[in-house]
């Protein structure tokens, strides 16, 4: 089965769409008080602590990051070969506005997951949700709040999302498979 790969956003189209998501966050919440970004283990961490940057610079202030690992938190736990990872939250979320952040939204189910674990470690003020790539395909019913790309996508293709941070460029790809 052959692969082809096609770009769809190069390190400055990522950049500015992190940094445009970082606005809508401020204006959604008129500002940074109460905020906390919560990154979806592996690659929404690393979105995460971007946003809080940029959101920390504009706003003149810190904004906490976690990280939140829902492998044990999936439907498909006891079929998938995951290895557990380690949940880091070194704030409160109870009356927080707690900004859920991951890299790809596709059919829903790993948001619900995300929002169980959140949910289980108190309760926030509200969970907003930012995802780099809307590539549609929803099963449940949940929505992304901030977006930076819409991708529309068929089942059969697969979004690589390519950071930094995690031994590459700052790059994502549509891949489809003949």
Do not use: W
Request: aromatic content about 4%.
């Amino acid at each position: 089965m052959a692969e082809q790969r096609s770009q769809v956003m190069d390190s400055d189209e990522l950049r500015r769409a992190l940094t445009r998501v970082a606005h809508e966050i401020i204006e959604k919440n008129k500002g940074a008080e109460r905020l906390a970004l919560v990154g979806v283990r592996s690659k929404g961490v690393p979105l995460a602590e971007r946003l809080a940057k940029l959101i920390g610079e504009i706003e003149g202030t810190k904004v906490p990051v976690g990280a939140l690992d829902i492998t044990l938190y999936r439907d498909d736990y006891m079929t998938r070969q995951s290895e557990v990872g380690q949940t880091e939250i070194p704030f409160d979320v109870n009356d927080r506005n707690i900004v859920l952040v991951d890299e790809v939204i596709y059919t829903g189910r790993t948001v619900r997951c995300a929002l169980d674990a959140l949910i289980d470690m108190g309760r926030p003020a509200s969970i907003q949700l930012a995802v780099l790539i809307d590539r549609g395909h929803r099963e449940l019913p949940i929505r992304p709040d901030f977006v930076g790309k819409n991708l529309p996508t068929s089942r059969k293709e697969l979004v690589d999302v390519q950071l930094r941070e995690i031994g590459g460029d700052d790059k994502v790809y549509i891949l489809k498979q003949d």
